[in-house]
């Protein structure tokens, strides 16, 4: 298996969570790892989880760190020795198959960006974002955020990445795919998303089924809903909210409920927490960043051991998937197939 | 009290719901009303309700109907004796101060702009949406749907119309703007949203409290944010299908959590309404089509005597408000100020 470099000071409760949790990865999965950050704070949480020998665990020493109040793409640049960038290296060098970014998602993209690399005929890297739908499944909604501002040949090309990542790495059998549209008709929307709409209809690589409204998203047949990176990344948030505000009207309504709420609620903790655990980010663990050269899992800055766990499980599947490959054939061939049809 | 013109026959209960919820409105808070629509369907609601010879209630019989599934903007020309035609004439002369239209958002957009008119200076109408936030108060959200590809002007006369509605109309004493972004830095998102910024950074007819997050939306400050209504019309819709699948995953994990559970949910069940009450659009009525020279409530399709009574009510209030004339003069302020800065 190929290495996953973690960078061990991303995030808000770097380095003692991420540093657990991607251990955890290791034992349960046997994922080889290199945690990369300040040796003599990793090491310790290393040892107490008797580890320090572990043939798959390794610690590689940097010494800068990219805070979230800075501009990513200038950080990237000066902090050459960050945790970020030298994890970005041990990819592009091939030393590690992907990698880890808890904390800023800016400098998690730079990092993808200039220190990976996209792959060819890629413009515009997009981020892979899972959201847990009402059936117990769940649905991949791109791009939420690498690129607020796309053209249709940009949404094009996150419409394959999905596609890809759907099939190669989350194990969807033939990946129905889907475009968010603020009405279902296929004339619905700004000039934008009905020219997409067109191209949508017109490839013939994966099955489209047509408009996705944002009502639909938690009950689409679609398994990945193609967006701009502004749209998804305001939905994504906004649905982050909402659900911390339904538990906030739910907490506010059994204290002012009196015993019988209480008590009511008191009976109802199991499935509550169930219901929680259902739309938990932490069980996805994390967000890939496609089109990029390597794997690369954003986490969320406030992700604990059980969200990293999982991210490093996610990146690990990301790492020995041929989507690279498949997507970088897939941009040849649309490009030569509208070169064809322009003429 | 000025009239308003409710559009019988428009929505998924219509007649029924639409004649019954705005004759509770009448009683209620004494709004004179003019029933438009089929007179045979209408009388009898009317008579039922013991009010076919009230002062204040009117019918205007109409003979057709624009569908949801018809092309708004064609149906409407085509249809000039549709009922939301009608209502769109009433108050285009004056005979009415606003009017209510249930069903084809599309069709009451189009009645707004082609039957009522733009107010001088207006390029593009707005649809602001009012939503519950955490603490039991709420938010205004515009734009949701009537402009899916704004510019800059755009967005800045879509503040001008959310401020003094939200002054005007919603009663608050000083409103506050934000902008929805998907950063809180100044320079985050794309080149139209951080040139609307500084628009509105510059501006000196509202308090404006920087961007706001999706995640914030029910925890921020800001009274009144402002978005595309691509945006906006996706997150709202998104909203509506959380709502509906948390209450979904809370029903499936009471189902399967067995007899505590369900003594719980029983037990809970006061509590839980009361939620259920505060995220209920019905509560709101509908949404204002802002910008035209009279006033608009937009009623979600499936709106029954609840939502309908209180959309009334809240024409009536922005019947009754100087909005039209205020907005008016900001916007001519505001092209004079634009014309002197740009020279």
């Known amino acids: 298996m190929k290495k996953i470099a973690i960078d061990a000071m991303g995030g808000d409760y770097a380095p ?30 290393v040892q107490a989880e008797g580890m320090a020998d572990h043939p798959l665990v390794e610690i590689r020493h940097s010494t800068e760190v990219i805070g979230m109040d800075e501009h990513p793409g200038m950080a990237f640049r000066k902090k050459k020795d960050a945790s970020v960038s030298v994890c970005a290296r041990l990819v592009k060098h091939g030393e590690c198959g992907a990698m880890v970014a808890p904390g800023s998602t800016g400098a998690a993209v730079t990092a993808g960006l200039l220190g990976i690399g996209r792959i060819k005929g890629i413009e515009r890297p997009a981020i892979a974002t899972t959201i847990p739908n009402a059936t117990g499944g769940s649905v991949i909604l791109l791009d939420t955020g690498a690129g607020t501002d796309p053209n249709e040949k940009n949404m094009m090309q996150n419409a394959l990445l999905g596609y890809y990542y759907a099939k190669e790495v989350a194990g969807i059998e033939n990946p129905k795919l889907g475009l968010l549209n603020i009405g279902t008709e296929e004339l619905k929307g700004k000039p934008l998303i009905t020219k997409v709409y067109s191209l949508m209809k017109e490839q013939e690589i994966y099955p489209f089924i047509g408009n996705v409204e944002g009502r639909d998203i938690p009950t689409t047949s679609a398994d990945v809903v193609v967006c701009d990176g502004f749209t998804g990344n305001a939905l994504l948030k906004f649905g982050e909210g909402l659900a911390g505000m339904f538990f906030t009207l739910l907490k506010d309504a059994i204290g002012s409920g009196g015993w019988r709420a209480k008590l009511g609620a008191w009976l109802l903790y199991p499935a509550l927490s169930k219901m929680k655990k259902s739309v938990d980010y932490a069980e996805y663990g994390g967000a890939p960043l496609l089109g990029i050269k390597g794997g690369l899992i954003i986490c969320h800055g406030a992700s604990k051991r059980k969200a990293i766990c999982n991210a490093t499980r996610l990146a690990s599947k990301l790492a020995e998937s041929d989507m690279a490959a498949l997507v970088e054939r897939a941009v040849a061939g649309e490009a030569e197939r509208n070169g064809e049809t322009r003429e």
Chains 1, 2 share one sequence.
């Open 16 to 45: 003692q969570e991420i540093v657990i949790g991607a251990l955890a990865a290791v034992k349960q999965w046997q994922i080889p790892i290199v945690l990369v950050g300040d040796e003599e704070q990793i090491r310790p949480l």
